[in-house]
């Protein structure tokens, strides 16, 4: 079974410019969550969502944004960047839904510069 | 809120050392705990679980217990080697999917 996986890679955007990053979860999996790591703050949780709704969201502006589409697939999207967005963004999915804890399979993660 | 807190690294051993990663944790409910690792270039990948207290989470050889009176999962593993070189994450969830992650701890292992 194919793992999660982000596209692109690795990205280089300017001050003020908007990025639309994209993960694909493990196939049958309907969550998924979104994370930023850098080396300050480490990992942060940004938004979950299951079934194209959006059911948890971390503490960040809202220049971040994400979407998920019916067949899993997610979206985030940060408009108007700044140098401090600049991080490895990590996609996560899990299987099932739940009050619960459901493990949760990491992407690669895309490496998104801000120059 | 809740929150993690580990060692801060880089923690270096011989191969064939005994490893401990301390992590404590602050939490308003009853959460699951788990030790993450992340080798270079890539995600990251549970290592192991623990989600009640005084179970214990073991996997290739590490382990850790959920201590509820002492708040900590600390990580061990009686013997590393080289490979074991990475990150390592400690984390909690009580809220469905959403991890609060420590700042992580790297493990620097040498022949």
């Known amino acids: 079974k194919a793992g999660v996986t982000q596209t692109p890679r690795y990205l280089i955007k300017t001050r003020g410019q908007q990025v639309t990053l994209s993960c694909s979860p493990i196939s049958g999996h309907r969550s998924v969550s979104w994370y930023q790591q850098t080396p300050g703050q480490g990992l942060q949780f940004l938004f979950e969502y299951f079934s194209e709704t959006q059911r948890n969201k971390g503490n960040f502006p809202g220049r971040f944004s994400g979407r998920q589409f019916s067949n899993s697939r997610s979206e985030m999207n940060v408009s108007t960047l700044e140098l401090g967005d600049s991080a490895l963004y990590l996609c996560?999915?899990?299987?099932?839904?739940?009050?619960?804890?459901?493990?949760?399979?990491f992407g690669p993660g895309t490496r998104l510069t801000v120059l | 809120g809740d929150s993690v807190t580990q060692m801060e690294g880089p923690v270096t051993l011989s191969e064939e050392a005994f490893l401990t990663i301390n992590c404590t944790y602050t939490?308003?409910?009853?959460?699951?705990l788990f030790w993450y690792v992340q080798y270079p270039g890539e995600g990251l990948q549970l290592l192991l679980k623990?989600?009640?207290?005084?179970d214990k989470g073991s996997n290739k050889g590490f382990e850790a217990t959920y201590r509820k009176e002492t708040t900590s999962f600390h990580l061990e593993k009686g013997s590393v080697q080289v490979s074991d070189s990475a990150v390592y994450f400690c984390?909690?969830?009580?809220?469905?999917?959403?991890?609060?992650f420590g700042t992580g701890t790297r493990l620097q292992v040498f022949p």
């Open positions: 996560a999915s899990s299987a099932l839904q739940g009050g619960s804890y459901n493990e949760q399979f």
């Open positions: 939490a308003t409910g009853y959460p699951s």
């Open positions: 984390a909690l969830s009580d809220q469905g999917d959403k991890l609060i």
């Open positions: 623990a989600t009640k207290a005084d």
